[in-house]
T-cell receptor, first 115, second 112 residues
Framework: AQSVTQPDIHITVSEGASLELRCNYS??????LFWYVQSPGQGLQLLLK??????LVQGIKGFEAEFKRSQSSFNLRKPSVHWSDAAEYFC?????????????FGKGTTLSVSS | DSGVTQTPKHLITATGQRVTLRCSPR?????VYWYQQSLDQGLQFLIQ???????AKGNILERFSAQQFPDLHSELNLSSLELGDSALYFC???????????FGSGTRLTVV
């Protein structure tokens, strides 16, 4: 069965420091992978997605993620974190049919940014 | 504004009651998905509709049902509500396949 594991429940990073959020997936075929961000009381915003091709994916807000098939990972990175990046981050794997893609989410990682 | 509209934004109801959550997809999107976000279970896929037909089912309880109407809006019906059904319910829409996927801002359901 498809699943996503985000090993870190909560991470605190200093403003200006680099960030890496881990994500491991389990999926039998070539995965469609996503990272979403959710600010308190808000909906989900797509940061980036991987469908195929270049394994390093660029997203919005300066985020990037690297797909590593051998490690079943899709870690999210940002070189310099801003206080406004404090939020909850969700990794997801897409299960696709002709009608669309249902997402299987990880439990999320809460990012706190210290000054 | 994501283009996906969910109403109501907040709902408070008592145990045993039935509620209906509504979702209007982004213009042109044929697929609608429902997700539940709770502290216990995290974000879980419930059900998908495409052009009026059910296409995929996730962890949806038998007390819950959904439908998609000819104008493509969708409703999620939750019945015999329990305290544990308190959660944020998200709707998302897409054009199908692996096209873009847009979430609404959610309906927060509180069962008391």
């Amino acid at each position: 069965a498809q699943s996503v594991t985000q090993p870190d429940i909560h991470i605190t990073v200093s403003e200006g420091a680099s960030l890496e959020l881990r994500c491991n997936y389990s999926y039998g075929a070539t995965p469609y992978l996503f990272w979403y961000v959710q600010s308190p009381g808000q909906g989900l915003q797509l940061l980036l997605k991987y469908f195929s091709g270049d394994t390093l994916v660029q997203g919005i807000k300066g985020f990037e993620a690297e797909f590593k098939r051998s490690q079943s990972s899709f870690n999210l990175r940002k070189p310099s974190v801003h206080w406004s990046d404090a939020a909850e981050y969700f990794c997801a794997v897409g299960v696709t049919n002709q009608a669309g893609t249902a997402l299987i989410f990880g439990k999320g990682t809460t990012l706190s940014v210290s000054s | 504004d994501s283009g996906v509209t969910q109403t109501p934004k907040h709902l408070i109801t008592a145990t045993g009651q039935r509620v209906t959550l509504r979702c209007s997809p982004r213009s042109g999107d044929l697929s609608v998905y429902w997700y539940q976000q709770s502290l216990d279970q995290g974000l879980q896929f419930l059900i998908q509709y495409y052009n009026g037909e059910e296409r995929a089912k996730g962890n949806i309880l038998e007390r819950f049902s959904a439908q998609q109407f000819p104008d493509l809006h969708s409703e999620l019906n939750l019945s015999s509500l329990e305290l544990g059904d308190s959660a944020l319910y998200f709707c998302a829409s897409s054009a199908g396949g692996n096209y873009g996927y847009t979430f609404g801002s959610g309906t927060r359901l509180t069962v008391v």
